[in-house]
């Protein structure tokens, strides 16, 4: 399935930092990302659009083939950037949009921390972007060479948008304190491709079929270090084969849940407990696992870039579902 960006040259594990977290000491050393495309302009702006806007109001193929109905994931948007890029986002307060750092990143070197405006189409409203804000240790960690990477693993962003959304949408609540095992069930969620593999040196993936797609899937690895900078942490999940979900380039930005499945969508208490980055593959017996690299939001990192955010300016439009607003009150999921 879903997420991230990546490509490039095999490096040994060590020195990306993956250790053994991932595989397994007789496994080959090797760790592909997905293609880059370094001639594409970083986008001057970014626009999200609701699941039935994007796809309408019918049910649409998942993963797998089972189906879901837009209608009951009312709170994720998505946006096309171009040929080969996409991105989601879940909205997470009445104003407040959470989606990947490197989604927004402008890249710009003389302003690190530049983020690129958004709007969000829900419903009959059209609101645009006030701020977009990365994560502080995103923003200073420099910028990478491949556009496809992300700077980190602190790979979120907050936007604050100039409007409410209708009181008729149910918006997403954050988990700040969830499990991080091994093998805690989760479910990933993402559009941006139905299928990928490896070519020669890099990770080339299929055309969206722009079908929104959930698989259950579980926490294969913890702390697992980020394969571009020293500092931050992933969780990861493994898929072993093409009936396994996994992230594609598009799901970035996007949820991972805790407290639901494939079977039961409709759980009041699921909460986004995790944010879509970067998919890698390693080399496992003659063929390739596919990782998904996901930010966590129980990072203290988080939670404390949360409440600066919410508290400089004090703006009472910053609160969202889980960290400001209690799950149940004002349309949050409870």
């Given at each position: 399935m879903t997420g991230g960006l990546g490509g490039g040259r095999r490096k040994s594990l060590a020195a990306l930092g993956i250790g053994i977290a991932l595989v397994a000491a007789s496994d080959t050393p090797h760790v592909v990302l997905v293609k880059d495309y370094p001639g594409e302009p970083v986008p001057t702006a970014i626009r999200f659009q609701s699941l039935e806007i994007k796809f309408g109001s019918g049910q649409v193929q998942l993963a797998n083939g089972d189906t879901v109905d837009p209608a009951q994931w009312p709170a994720i948007v998505v946006a096309t950037l171009s040929k080969t890029s996409f991105c989601s986002a879940t909205i997470i307060g009445p104003s407040v949009l959470l989606t990947a750092a490197h989604c927004v990143d402008a890249r710009n070197?003389?302003?690190?921390?530049?983020t690129i405006p958004v709007s969000v189409e829900v419903g009959n409203l059209d609101l645009q972007s006030i701020e977009c804000k990365m994560h502080q240790n995103y923003a200073a960690a420099p910028i990478p060479a491949r556009k496809a990477d992300p700077r980190s693993a602190d790979d979120f962003a907050l936007c604050e948008l100039n409007g409410k959304m209708p009181?008729?949408?149910t918006m997403e609540t954050l988990e700040l304190e969830a499990s991080l095992t091994k093998q805690e069930p989760v479910v990933l969620i993402g559009y941006g491709c139905t299928s990928a593999w490896v070519i020669g040196n890099s990770i080339e993936h299929g055309p969206s079929d722009e079908a929104l797609r959930?698989?259950?899937s579980n926490l294969h690895a913890v702390n697992v270090a980020d394969t571009l900078v020293?500092?931050?942490t992933y969780v990861a999940?493994?898929?072993?084969t093409k009936s396994q979900p996994y992230i594609c380039p598009g799901d970035s930005g996007g949820p991972m849940m805790t407290h639901t499945s494939v079977e039961d969508t409709l759980q009041n208490d699921r909460r986004i407990a995790w944010v879509n980055s970067k998919l890698v593959a390693l080399a496992h017996d003659g063929h390739w696992d596919f990782y998904s690299l996901i930010a966590p939001s129980n990072q203290a990192g988080l939670g404390s870039f949360l409440t600066a955010w919410q508290d400089s300016p004090v703006r009472a439009a910053r609160k969202v579902c889980g960290k400001?607003?209690?799950p149940g009150d004002d349309n949050c999921r409870g």
């Open positions: 070197k003389l302003i690190p921390d530049a009181k008729s949408l959930i698989g259950d020293d500092a931050g999940t493994r898929s072993e400001g607003i209690k």
